[in-house]
């Protein structure tokens, strides 16, 4: 039985980075949040929850999937970077519904087995895809 994409309510891109790409990382997030409004996590500069090294967060949502992963493709400036979707299965979300740009990282699943955890509908009004016509060029 499929299952259906409506359940994903959002998606988590997860940057990692350490002291040598660190600088790197911070670019690509300013670039990104230049051109897409995004929920921006902080900054983590030691890994934490099921993340094995340095990262932050970066949410949106169904809409935006189609423009900021690309966009992570192509300007990703080498670091990895987790893509997984928000079904309210975070274990499940991380473990084998992700997808990785650039080389995968060992993930501390069980720290997320447990009670599903049901996040927040999306907002009834979607931020604008794009905030600048240049992040096309
Ligand atoms: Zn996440």
Redesign the pocket.
């Known amino acids: 039985m499929p299952h259906n994409i409506a359940t994903i309510r959002g998606y988590?891109a997860?940057v990692y980075f350490d002291a040598a790409t660190r600088a790197t990382a911070l670019a690509v997030r300013h670039a990104l949040t230049g051109c897409f409004e995004l929920r921006v996590g902080g900054l983590r500069d030691a890994p934490g929850g099921p993340h094995p090294k340095p990262s932050y967060?970066l949410g949106f949502t169904p809409g935006q999937f189609d423009h900021v992963v690309p966009w992570l493709m192509l300007n990703r400036q080498g670091l990895d970077v987790l893509v997984?979707p928000l079904t309210g299965d975070d274990a499940g979300d991380?473990a084998f519904r992700a997808l990785w740009l650039g080389t995968p990282q060992p993930l501390d699943i069980d720290f997320l087995r447990g009670p599903p955890v049901t996040a927040a509908a999306p907002s009834p009004s979607q931020p604008a895809l794009l905030t600048q016509e240049t992040c096309n060029d």
């Open positions: 988590h997860h967060q997984h991380h």
